[in-house]
C-alpha cells in the first residue's frame, strides 16, 4: 500500500489481486445479497483509490482494507434499514463449499463433505450479525483477534467473545452433521 500510495500503480494490481476473493466473500456473507455485494465491493475499492494518499501504516493492510469494508457495510445497513436473508441455490452453495484438494475422495465422503459444507453456510448465515463478522474476518480475512477488533472498532475482549460465540454455534450446529 505504501507502494501504490507513493504512485506504483502496479502495487495496486498486487494488492486487489491478493485481498479481492476475501473482501468480496465477506461482504456477500454479511449483506447476503449478490448484488449489493458487489456494489459494495466496488465501492471499498474506491474508497482505497480516494484514500490513498492519505495511508499511513497503523496496523496491518487487511485490518485496514477490511476496516474500509466494514465501515462501508455499516453504512449499507443504516441506507436500508434492514439486512437481507441469503438465499443460496443449491448450485451456488455447492460452488461455495467445492474446494479442490487434488484427490479423490470416494462417493460417499465427497456427499458427506458437500453437506457438512452447505450446513456451515447455512450456520454462518444464521450467526448474530457480529458473531458471523468476527468470523468472517477471521477466516475470509486471516486476521488476528487485536486486529478483528480494530476493524470493528471493539474491545479485543469483545472480539474475542464473539469469535469463540460463533465458534461454538459452529461446532454445536456441525455436531452429528455426517
Not at 491478493?18 to 474506491?46: I, N, P, S, T
Not at 474500509?68 to 441455490?89: M, P
Request: with cysteine; hydrophobic share 40%; aromatic share 8%.
Amino acid at each position: 500500500m505504501l507502494l501504490y500510495r507513493d504512485g506504483d500503480a502496479g502495487a495496486f494490481d498486487a494488492l486487489y489481486a491478493r485481498h479481492k476473493g476475501g473482501v468480496y466473500r465477506y461482504l456477500l456473507r454479511q449483506c447476503r445479497d449478490a448484488a449489493a455485494a458487489e456494489e459494495l465491493f466496488q465501492d471499498v475499492w474506491m474508497n482505497l483509490v480516494r484514500a490513498r494518499s492519505t495511508y499511513s501504516v497503523q496496523a496491518r493492510f487487511a485490518t485496514y482494507l477490511y476496516r474500509l469494508a466494514h465501515n462501508r457495510l455499516i453504512d449499507h445497513y443504516r441506507k436500508n434499514h434492514h439486512v437481507a436473508l441469503v438465499s443460496f441455490e443449491e448450485d451456488a452453495a455447492a460452488a461455495l463449499v467445492e474446494i479442490p484438494d487434488g484427490r479423490e475422495a470416494p462417493a460417499d465422503e465427497a456427499l458427506d463433505a458437500r453437506r457438512r459444507g452447505a450446513r456451515l453456510l447455512e450456520l454462518v448465515a444464521e450467526l448474530p450479525e457480529a458473531q458471523r463478522e468476527a468470523f468472517l474476518l477471521q477466516q475470509e480475512g486471516g486476521m488476528t483477534i487485536a486486529e478483528i477488533a480494530h476493524a470493528t472498532g471493539v474491545t479485543r475482549e469483545t472480539a474475542k467473545s464473539r469469535l469463540r460465540y460463533a465458534m461454538s454455534k459452529l461446532r454445536e450446529g456441525l455436531r452429528g452433521c455426517r
